[in-house]
T-cell receptor, first 114, second 115 residues
Framework: DQQVKQNSPSLSVQEGRISILNCDYT??????FLWYKKYPAEGPTFLIS?????DKNEDGRFTVFLNKSAKHLSLHIVPSQPGDSAVYFC?????????????FGTGTRLTVIP | NAGVTQTPKFQVLKTGQSMTLQCAQD?????MSWYRQDPGMGLRLIHY???????DQGEVPNGYNVSRSTTEDFPLRLLSAAPSQTSVYFC??????????????FGNGTRLTVT
């Protein structure tokens, strides 16, 4: 049973506009959340993270929002650039196993149109 | 630094054959792990290690063995390959002790096909 869900397999956005990628989770014990970005034929690379004690974390063009009551997080990319075209994975770790086991979503393929 | 290096990049096996996927990292990371990526399933943890001589099972360990004799290397062994093990395998590492939330660094993956 998928504990981290990314319900949109793909998203297309015009260059310069905002990209919003969504992620839902079911395990209330998750306390740390990460976003990874993956280009074809490469491994995922870390993008941004957020602890459950915060509701927002910002790093340049990337902002992650966490809504614990809704068990929902989102990644905002502003402005979107063609180089942002990749698959984005949401991941979470829980208070029991800690960071030894990350649970990943199925990914959302973002295409930024020039 | 080379980061996390996985070999081979591609492999085709027949059912019942055995092989070892190699993973090495040069960042002195205590934690290393193996994930598999399948369509519609995301990445799932197979096995992990928090240091030399210590290994533990992840979400999908059946059919795989691991060992950790050095900090740098964490090979994944398939003793008798099955078509269900057709997947893309990623090795990842990170700092562990005292830095529980340090991000994972991934290798570029091994694409395995079992016929």
């Amino acid at each position: 049973d998928q504990q981290v869900k990314q319900n949109s397999p793909s998203l297309s956005v015009q260059e310069g506009r905002i990209s919003i990628l969504n992620c839902d989770y079911t395990n209330s014990m998750f306390d740390y959340f990460l976003w990874y970005k993956k280009y074809p034929a490469e491994g995922p690379t870390f993008l941004i993270s957020i602890s459950s004690i915060k509701d927002k974390n910002e790093d340049g063009r990337f902002t992650v929002f966490l809504n614990k009551s809704a068990k929902h997080l989102s990644l905002h990319i502003v402005p979107s650039q063609p180089g942002d075209s990749a698959v984005y994975f949401c991941a979470a770790s829980d208070q029991i196993t800690g960071a030894n086991n990350l649970f990943f979503g199925t990914g959302t393929r973002l295409t930024v149109i020039p | 630094n080379a980061g996390v290096t996985q070999t081979p990049k591609f492999q085709v096996l027949k059912t019942g054959q055995s092989m070892t996927l190699q993973c090495a990292q040069d960042m002195n990371h205590e934690y290393m792990s193996w994930y598999r990526q399948d369509p519609g399933m995301g990445l799932r943890l197979i096995h992990y290690s928090v240091g030399a001589g210590i290994t533990d099972q992840g979400e999908v360990p059946n059919g795989y063995n691991v060992s950790r004799s050095t900090t740098e290397d964490f090979p994944l062994r398939l003793l008798s390959a099955a078509p269900s093990q057709t997947s893309v395998y990623f090795c990842a590492s990170r700092y562990s002790l005292g830095r529980q939330n340090s991000p994972l660094h991934f290798g570029n993956g091994t694409r395995l096909t079992v016929t």
